[in-house]
């Protein structure tokens, strides 16, 4: 998986779209357990969300006087998704039983919660930004918006393969 293209998801951690392990062909996995749920997002395991702090530490080029500021932002990283995976636990579990209204409230919380996530990144983010330099911050920049355009092409890929199965259904 290149790094551009899950800058959007895992980096920042808070947005839909991360690839998913490929369970082998041969190893059936428990459908309950890994059944993906609609309007939830990915859950990165924490091999893929270690490989990825290391990999955006990389591509932004932290310099060892950067550290001390890269430091509060891999943190929350590890944080935010270990508050992601715990919500995405609880819905997961919860799901059969919930009643459409259930439904709605699970996932606006979730939400919520991605959004004050994102939020306490930011901050983190902030100060570490300033601290780089001119081509650091062009490099930044450009790394965040071509991830958002590949998330969006992603996005909108799979909203048409949700169409084209849903006209099949019929």
Do not use: C
């Not at 932002?73 to 919860?94: C, G, P, V, W, Y």
């Not at 930011?122 to 965040?144: E, I, R, V």
């Amino acid at each position: 998986m290149s790094f551009r293209r899950i800058l959007p998801a895992a980096a920042l951690l808070m947005l839909p779209g991360m690839a998913m392990a490929a369970v082998p062909p041969t190893q059936a996995a428990p459908a309950a357990a890994t059944a993906p749920l609609a309007h939830t997002p990915h859950d990165p395991s924490p091999e893929q969300l270690e490989e990825h702090i290391t990999a955006l530490h990389t591509q932004l080029h932290i310099t060892k006087a950067q550290e001390k500021l890269w430091a509060p932002f891999a943190q929350d990283m590890r944080d935010n998704a270990s508050r992601l995976h715990d919500a995405i636990e609880k819905r997961r579990t919860d799901l059969p039983t919930m009643s459409a209204t259930d439904n709605m409230q699970s996932y606006a919380a979730l939400v919520a919660q991605r959004a004050q996530d994102m939020q306490t990144l930011n901050q983190a983010f902030t100060p570490l930004y300033a601290a780089f330099s001119k081509k650091q911050k062009k490099n930044a920049d450009a790394l965040f918006r071509q991830g958002d355009e590949e998330h969006a092409e992603r996005q909108g890929d799979a909203g048409q393969a949700a169409a084209t199965d849903s006209a099949a259904a019929k």
